[in-house]
Nanobody
């Protein structure tokens, strides 16, 4: 199973980006999916997660601005990011978890300019 993230880039404060993460293999629906981020000099932190049933959870810092969703037919998880702030600048990582299995994508850089 491999995770391929895309969609990062440079955006001005107040702008929007949508990240995508495609998961290979045939077990996508069994995974809890999540997006994490790691800013320079900081620890990796959970941004948002979505269960196999579609339940969602968000970090307080992104509530009301970010939306996580999944398309099981496309084996893809998305992160719609609106009202971006310079503090959102980080490398964003896609994560797939199931039991003892914990998989990571390669990361995609999001840079928000002020």
């Amino acid at each position: 199973v491999q995770l391929q993230a895309s969609g990062g880039g440079l955006v001005q404060a107040g702008g929007s980006l949508r990240l995508s993460c495609v998961v290979s293999g045939n077990t996508f629906t069994s995974y809890f999916m999540a997006w994490y981020r790691q800013a320079p000099g900081k620890q990796r932190e959970l941004v948002a997660r979505i269960t196999s049933g579609g339940g969602t959870d968000y970090a307080d810092s992104v509530k009301g601005r970010f939306t996580i969703s999944r398309d099981n037919a496309k084996k893809t998880v998305y992160l719609q990011m609106n009202s971006l702030e310079p503090e959102d600048t980080a490398v964003y990582y896609c994560n797939a978890a199931r039991g003892y299995v914990n998989l990571w994508g390669q990361g995609t850089l999001v840079t928000v300019s002020s």
